[in-house]
């Protein structure tokens, strides 16, 4: 395993840092954001040059369940001066610094050409900032930039952006995992509410060809935000177990038509790689519950975002990533 010598996570997310360096057999170092008088962020690190002087340190900051504006800036104002704060030599000198946000906040619906390249999504995506190389700006002088499924680039895997080496991580085995601890088996249909993504890919496919499951979508057109126009596609699940899986949760728009188009169903459950889940996108999901009265048996996500639904850990596929890296 490439020897990460210190893991330095969000004070208020201490809990995930030190999973996250139990995982990797190392220390796990705080920092909180504290502010001048005036108001300027100044993030602060609790450690000396003498610890971090030329050691490999990892760096973690989640993103949280019902964001607001204010995170947002928050986090785009301090953890890319932390990031810098290690590497620089008179500061604190790490010798290696990778950066791990699990959620790509500012990935959210870039188009990228090479992967999505249909006339429909750049009709869609025409004006949008591409805000994944903004992101990689932050961070120019990183190590590595570690996330999982950025919403631009749908596929896991490497790939440089403005001179910063990326990885995109799989959660896919992740929530295949628990799937199976929930009693999953055989008797079930893991469907894909959006076959949107570049080359056909998404994660209820690749989350079926992991489980060795039957595969389905459903049809939709997005007409903005938070409105879906189904195509009318009525899937017949034949009393089987249904998983609908994607990567992002947030109006649940898209979740809400594909619960209405799966008929004669077993049981039900919804997962996803990010529950973003804005205030309207949070209660929703809660009214499409079971225990609300709604169709689903339940919604989990992963821990990439901290939301009342991470309920599946993907620290091991960070590990797994250290694993094979071996001279990250």
């Not at 609790?46 to 800036?73: F, K, M, W």
């Not at 785009?76 to 699990?102: C, G, M, Q």
């Not at 903004?134 to 790939?159: D, I, K, M, Q």
């Not at 899937?235 to 177990?241: E, F, Y």
Request: proline content about 5%.
């Amino acid at each position: 395993m490439a020897k990460v010598n210190y893991v330095v996570g969000y004070a208020d997310d201490a809990l995930f840092g030190r999973s996250v360096a139990d995982a990797l057999k190392c220390p796990f170092v705080p920092f909180r954001n504290e502010y001048y008088p005036e108001g300027a962020p100044a993030p602060k690190i609790a450690a000396s040059y003498d610890d971090i002087n030329g050691s490999h340190v990892l760096t973690v900051y989640r993103r949280r369940q019902l964001p607001e504006r204010n995170t947002v800036c928050r986090f785009l104002a301090n953890y890319p001066r932390i990031v810098k704060s290690l590497s620089d030599p008179e500061t604190f000198a790490a010798a290696k610094v990778d950066v791990f946000h699990p959620y790509f906040v500012l990935g959210r619906q870039d188009h990228n050409p090479k992967t999505d390249p249909s006339e429909r999504v750049r009709r869609k995506d025409a004006g949008k900032d591409m805000g994944y190389k903004y992101e990689a700006s932050l961070f120019r002088g990183c190590n590595v930039l570690l996330t999982f499924h950025p919403h631009w680039h749908r596929a896991p895997g490497e790939f440089d952006v403005e001179g910063v080496h990326m990885v995109g991580l799989d959660a896919v085995p992740s929530m295949v995992k628990y799937a199976r601890q929930m009693g999953m088996d055989k008797n079930c249909i893991a469907i894909s509410p959006d076959l949107s993504g570049g080359d056909g890919y998404s994660i209820a496919k690749r989350f079926a060809e992991e489980a060795g499951l039957a595969f389905a979508f459903i049809g939709k057109e997005r007409e903005g935000p938070s409105r879906i126009r189904d195509n009318g596609d009525i899937l017949d699940a034949r009393g089987k177990d249904v998983i609908i899986a994607d990567d992002i949760a947030c109006t649940l728009t898209t979740l809400q038509g594909a619960t209405r188009a799966i008929q004669n169903h077993g049981e039900m459950d919804a997962y996803f790689v990010h529950a973003v889940l804005p205030e309207d996108g949070h209660t929703k999901a809660q009214s499409l519950t079971r225990g609300s009265g709604g169709p689903l048996t339940s919604i989990a996500a992963t821990d990439c975002i901290d939301s009342d639904f991470s309920s599946i850990s993907i620290i091991d596929r960070l590990v797994e990533f250290y694993e094979t890296h071996k001279g990250t």
